[in-house]
C-alpha cells in the first residue's frame, strides 16, 4: 500500500455547511421552500454578476431547463463540442432535438468557432459551449454567429465557476448559462445545479418548467408539462456557506494549478487559457506524449500504484453509443479524439499542499518516462 493517499478531487465542507445545515433541519423547512434557497440563488447571481439565478437538483436538469426555456423542441439541433461530459448532449435530447457535434481547439481544447460556423444549418437554435475543465470557451465569435444566424447561447459553466473570460464572469454571458454543484465540482451542494439568466421572461419560463409546470398565480392549474427540478432549502444550505469561501477556494486552486504549471509546462502540453481569460481551475490536465489511450491507462495504473488517483479525459460524445449511429461524420473530429486519448487528469483541489503536487509531478513524469521508454 502507498503511503500517500491523493484522491483526484476532494470537498472541503469546513465553512459553516454544518451549521446552516442544522439551523435548516431545526426550522423543519428541510424540502424546497425556505430562506437557504433565496438566500442562496440571491448570493450565486450577486456572485456571477447574473440579474437572476435559479436554483435546480443538478447540473443536468439545469440544462434542460435552459434549452426548454430558449424553445428547443423537436426537429431542432443544437451545436455541442464533442468533447464534454455526456451532461451537455443527453439535454439536448431530452427537448427531443439533436445534438450537432462539433471538434475543439487544440490549446484551450474548447469549441472550435471555425467548425461551429460549418456546422449551422436551418434546423440550428442554439450553440451550447461548454467551459471545459473551467477555461473559458472563446464567446466572441460564437456571439458574432448567434447574431448572424439568430440563435441562442446556452454556455454549460458546470465546471468553471468563478472563470473570467474578459473580464466577465461566466454563465450569464450568453442567453442562459447553467451550473452543476455535484460532489467534485468548484462549488458543490452533493447534487445540485443553477441556471443563470439576465432575461426576466427567461427567468420566469424556467421556475415554471422547474416547478411541474404549475402557473404562479393559480395552484394546481399546469399550463405546460413541467419538471419536478427543485433543489431543497437543505441542498441550499449547503451552498450558501460554500459561496462563502468561493473566492478563497478559487485562490487556492489557482495556486495548485500554478505549481503544476511550473513543474510541467516543460515536459508535458497542458491545457491552455487564452489571453485575457482566467480558468477557475476545475480540473489540471495534462496531455501525455506520444501513444495514446493505452499508454496513458499505463500511466494512470503505475499513478494508482503509488497512491494518487487520476481520471481519463471524457471520451468524445459523437463516439458514444447513443449518439454515433447519428453521426455522419465520425472522423472529423481529430483534435478531440487526439486530446480524448492523451489526456490525464490530474488531482486538483484547495486542499492540496505544495509536496502533495511535487510528489503527483514526480510521479507522473517518472511514469511517462517508463511507459514511453
Ligand atoms: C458535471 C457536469 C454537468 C452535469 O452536472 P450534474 O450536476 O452532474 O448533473 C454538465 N456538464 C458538464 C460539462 C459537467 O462537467
New binding site residues.
Given amino acids: 500500500m502507498p503511503e500517500r493517499r491523493i484522491p483526484v478531487s476532494a470537498p472541503d465542507l469546513s465553512g459553516n455547511e454544518a451549521a446552516y445545515v442544522q439551523e435548516c433541519l431545526a426550522s423543519t423547512w428541510i424540502s424546497s421552500k425556505g430562506d437557504f434557497l433565496e438566500r442562496f440563488e440571491q448570493g450565486f447571481a450577486d456572485f456571477c454578476g447574473a440579474r437572476f439565478a435559479i436554483a435546480c437538483n443538478?447540473?443536468?436538469s439545469a440544462?434542460h431547463l435552459a434549452l426548454l426555456a430558449l424553445g428547443v423542441g423537436p426537429g431542432d439541433e443544437v451545436i455541442v463540442p464533442t468533447l464534454?461530459?455526456i451532461?451537455?448532449a443527453n439535454a439536448v435530447r431530452y427537448c427531443n432535438a439533436t445534438p450537432r457535434f462539433v471538434d475543439i481547439l487544440p490549446d484551450t481544447w474548447n469549441i472550435d468557432p471555425a467548425d461551429v460556423a460549418r456546422k449551422i444549418g436551418p434546423r440550428t437554435k442554439a450553440i451550447m459551449p461548454?467551459h471545459l475543465f473551467g477555461v473559458p470557451a472563446a464567446l466572441d465569435p460564437l456571439r458574432e454567429l448567434a447574431g448572424e444566424h439568430d440563435l441562442a447561447i446556452v454556455e454549460?459553466a458546470?465546471?468553471a465557476h468563478g472563470a473570467r473570460h474578459q473580464g466577465h464572469l461566466v454563465g450569464p454571458l450568453g442567453d442562459v448559462g447553467t451550473f452543476?454543484?455535484?460532489g467534485n465540482?468548484i462549488v458543490t451542494t452533493g447534487?445540485?445545479?443553477m441556471v443563470v439568466t439576465n432575461d426576466l421572461a427567461l427567468r420566469d419560463v424556467l421556475r415554471l418548467y422547474k416547478g411541474q409546470g404549475q402557473d404562479p398565480g393559480r395552484s394546481y392549474w399546469f399550463p405546460v408539462v413541467g419538471f419536478n427540478y427543485r433543489m431543497t432549502n437543505v441542498q441550499a444550505a449547503i451552498g450558501l456557506a460554500q459561496m462563502e469561501s468561493v473566492e478563497a477556494k478559487l485562490a487556492a486552486r489557482a495556486r495548485v494549478a500554478e505549481r503544476y504549471r511550473s513543474r510541467l509546462d516543460s515536459r508535458l502540453t497542458l491545457q491552455a487559457t487564452s489571453p485575457g481569460d482566467v480558468s477557475a481551475n476545475w480540473m489540471v490536465v495534462a496531455l501525455l506524449p506520444g501513444g495514446g489511450e493505452a499508454e496513458r491507462d499505463s500511466v494512470a495504473a503505475l499513478l494508482a500504484a503509488d497512491g494518487i488517483e487520476t481520471r481519463p479525459v471524457f471520451y468524445p460524445l459523437h463516439a458514444q453509443p447513443p449518439y454515433l449511429p447519428h453521426e455522419s461524420d465520425p472522423g472529423g473530429y481529430p483534435v478531440a479524439i487526439d486530446a480524448a486519448a492523451r489526456g490525464l487528469c490530474l488531482p486538483t483541489w484547495g486542499g492540496l499542499v505544495d509536496g502533495d503536487i511535487d510528489y503527483v509531478c514526480d510521479r507522473l513524469l517518472a511514469a511517462v518516462e517508463r511507459v514511453t521508454a
Fill in positions: 443538478n447540473g443536468t440544462l464534454t461530459y451532461a451537455s461548454v454549460d458546470a465546471e452543476s454543484f455535484y465540482k447534487e445540485g445545479g
